[in-house]
Each structure stands twice: as C-alpha cells, then as structure tokens.
C-alpha cells in the first residue's frame, strides 16, 4: 500500500510558481477532466458558468499558431517581427494550450467584472490543480487576445471575450518555485482607529 504524502495540501500550493518551460506530457484524458473541473469550483455570483475552456494540442498547434500571429498583425501592426515569432513558437510546440473563454451575459444584474472575476478564479483553480498533479503552466494576455477574428476561431462571438491562454506541460525543471515577497508587507488589521498601511506600499516609495 502506498504511503501517505507528508506534504500538506497548502504546502503544494505555496510551492506553486508560474513556468513557461514546458515539456510533454500535458495531462489527457480523465486528468484533464478534472483539472478543468477545478475551475469550475471557483466562486460564481449568479450562477452564470461564464467558464469556456478550448483545450488545443497535436496537429492543431501550427495551425492555431498562425491565427495568434495574424492576431497580433492585427492588433499590434507596429509589433517587431521577433514578438511575432515568438508567439508563433510558444503557441506551435508548447505541450497544450487552454484557451479561458468567458461566456458574458451584460444584460444580467450580476456586473460583467464579477463574471470576469469568476473566470479569472476558476483559471487559478485550474492552474493549482495543474501543480497539484504534477503539471506546470503560465498564463499569457495581450491585445491579440482581443482580436474579434481569433476569438471567432473560438466560438466567443461578441459580447464573450477571452481571459487569454494557459501555457500547459511539465515543467522542464522540478525545482521551478520562484521567492515570494514576505506576506507581512501585504496584509494589515483593521482595529477602527489607526490608519491602514502596507509595507509594500513604503518600500514602493522608497525606490
């Protein structure tokens, strides 16, 4: 039988670190069910799902590459050929790509920055059940993730937007956990009489 971990449930999760040093394997399968259904734990005012994951591998990576650089022509016409190519090669050999649609519903009483919150909780759920399995990711943004034309590659016709991309594989190096600032200069009490302050804001200053 095999033993138990040691390692605490929130010990993995502050071990956790953002990679784009990716190798194969990405997870498949009833793997990736579930790491996607992590997201979908993630707090949702209304009920309103507004996730949509586009899991993209294999063959379909070149092709989908060359979306995103037309994307970025589009967007950022002033963008240096080296940027261009550089999205062309993360988007072509990186293991998976999750596309994070969000499903908008504007007319609703729930605001539309709650709906993006709730994607944007569900896509660091998704991103701690890939650490916890062993996996490894990054997310990426940018203009072109605004590209009307990319998005309908997507099936998110207007109002529904994207969040941007999951970079996912293995990391390519076991010990990837980057140092974090100290929690103290980011958190304070609240007692009613003195004023708030954060140490982060001070040393903000002093730079």
């Not at 586009?54 to 989908?64: D, L, M, S, Y």
């Not at 990319?150 to 990837?176: C, M, N, Y």
Request: proline share 7%; aromatic share 6%; hydrophobic share 40%.
């Amino acid at each position: 039988m095999a033993q138990a971990s040691s390692v605490s449930p929130l010990n993995v999760l502050l071990d956790r670190s953002s990679t784009g040093d990716l190798v194969a394997p990405a997870p498949h399968g009833d793997v990736l069910a579930r790491i996607l259904s992590a997201g979908l734990r993630a707090p949702d005012h209304g009920h309103l799902c507004p996730w949509r994951y586009v899991v993209i591998t294999g063959e379909a990576r070149p092709t989908f590459a060359e979306h995103v650089v037309a994307a970025v022509a589009r967007q950022e016409p002033e963008a240096p050929e080296k940027k261009r190519e550089k999205r062309r090669k993360r988007f072509s050999e990186t293991p998976m790509i999750i596309a994070l649609g969000m499903h908008l519903r504007p007319d609703h009483k729930v605001p539309v920055m709650e709906q993006e919150m709730a994607v944007a909780a569900g896509t660091m759920n998704v991103l701690n059940a890939l650490h916890m399995e062993g996996f490894g990711g990054v997310w990426i943004s940018g203009a072109f993730c605004e590209d009307r034309s990319l998005l309908s590659q997507l099936g998110l016709e207007a109002p529904h937007r994207l969040a941007g991309f999951l970079l996912v594989g293995t990391p390519e190096k076991s010990d990837r956990c980057h140092t974090r600032p100290d929690i103290g200069d980011y958190m304070a009490f609240w007692d009613g009489q003195s004023p708030i302050a954060f140490g982060a804001d001070d040393r903000r200053k002093e730079r």
